[in-house]
T-cell receptor, first 113, second 120 residues
Framework: AAGVIQSPRHLIKEKRETATLKCYPI?????VYWYQQGPGQDPQFLIS???????DKGSIPDRFSAQQFSDYHSELNMSSLELGDSALYFC????????????FGPGTRLTVT | AQTVTQSQPEMSVQEAETVTLSCTYD???????LFWYKQPPSRQMILVIR??????QNATENRFSVNFQKAAKSFSLKISDSQLGDAAMYFC?????????????????FGKGTKLTVNP
């Protein structure tokens, strides 16, 4: 079965640079979620989109922005990167009526040096 | 705000034995979902089992089953016949069943996780 695709899988950036993470949800899934997992931490919700509109927002820094496109893929843009942004970034997708289940992609490991 | 607590940072079990991971949560909502996710060393988040709060029957998926006690706000995971491949970090997670426009949230709220070691 098709899964959530994230690219790139690994990304190394320097402080103050910009990064763009991409997420391709499972086909026919219309909702996308972004989570950030720091070292030794549990995943923290950043933001979600339903039918290309922002549906919920968590602890996402103002330096981050995201959107969902007409083909339902989503991008997380991160500017003025800080050392503390180094983390594993997950994208998950779901569809209404599926009992709340969210299916996670493999994650993008971002390292800021 | 909802919170999820996993009081066991680490657990170990012998291969083929049974182990139970604990999870408690706090919420004022009456309808919600609870999940257990597994995160092996690959860091992939894998859905193990799901429970809907309005269902009294405990969910079961092969060797994995839950003990859902709604009044006690408890949601433990039992792994039977433990296998080496079960070794991972296990996260308990909560999600409101209400849409955002209804005052709920679609986000998953995770506990801090329990690291499970399976000894051969």
């Amino acid at each position: 079965a098709a899964g959530v695709i994230q690219s790139p899988r690994h990304l190394i950036k320097e402080k103050r640079e910009t990064a763009t993470l991409k997420c391709y949800p499972i086909p026919r899934h219309d909702t996308v979620y972004w989570y950030q997992q720091g070292p030794g931490q549990d995943p923290q919700f950043l933001i979600s989109f339903y039918e290309k509109m922002q549906s919920d927002k968590g602890s996402i820094p103002d330096r981050f922005s995201a959107q969902q496109f007409s083909d339902y893929h989503s991008e997380l843009n991160m500017s003025s990167l800080e050392l503390g942004d180094s983390a594993l970034y997950f994208c998950a997708s779901s569809t209404p009526g599926q009992g709340g289940e969210q299916y996670f992609g493999p994650g993008t490991r971002l390292t800021v040096t | 705000a909802q919170t999820v607590t996993q009081s066991q940072p680490e657990m170990s079990v012998q291969e083929a034995e049974t182990v139970t991971l604990s999870c408690t949560y706090d919420t004022s909502e009456s309808d919600y979902y609870l999940f257990w996710y597994k995160q092996p060393p690959s860091r992939q988040m894998i859905l193990v089992i799901r429970q809907e709060a309005y269902k009294q029957q405990n969910a079961t998926e092969n060797r994995f089953s839950v003990n859902f006690q709604k009044a006690a706000k408890s949601f433990s995971l039992k792994i039977s016949d433990s296998q080496l491949g079960d070794a991972a970090m296990y996260f308990c997670a909560y999600r409101s069943a209400s849409w955002v426009i209804q005052g709920g949230s679609e986000k998953l709220v995770f506990g801090k996780g329990t690291k499970l070691t399976v000894n051969p």
